[in-house]
């Protein structure tokens, strides 16, 4: 789901998973954030892969550099640590699904570390999570 919103910004993307039709959506939900001093905290790093198997190539790049050819499959070790430390003074968050492929097991540390960090805040917080 983040690489409609780099998409949406002119960022490259590379063969990323990006919803077309939902551009303009990413676009407006960009501004609004903006409009209303929100924060809409995306990713810094992701993990990239050269193609979607578990045997795949796979690097950490900055998420606003994924080369063609290559595609996002989870956050990276910056991002979780972000995600992890605004933990700590949210009060609202809209989660919508995994942060990575969670079915291979070396694209799922994102999903499986954010998810159990959330889990230990859930009462803290107002949490929307929807998949």
């Given at each position: ?46 993990i990239i892969a050269d193609k979607f198997a578990l045997d795949a190539n796979n690097k950490i790049v900055p998420a606003s550099s994924i080369p063609d050819g290559w595609m996002g499959l989870d956050i990276g070790p910056d ?53």
């Open positions: 789901m983040i690489f409609i919103f780099y998409k949406a910004q002119g960022i490259s993307v590379g063969s990323s998973l990006v919803e077309k039709d939902k551009l303009e959506l990413a676009t407006s939900l960009i501004a609004k954030a903006k409009a209303k001093g929100v924060s809409l905290l995306l990713p810094i790093d992701v991002s979780i640590k972000t995600f992890n430390d605004a933990l700590d003074t949210t009060q609202t968050i809209i989660w919508n699904g995994p942060m990575g492929v969670f079915e291979f097991d070396k694209f799922a540390v994102g999903t499986e570390v954010s998810s159990w960090h959330s889990f230990l805040y859930i009462n803290m917080f107002t949490t929307y999570i929807g998949s």
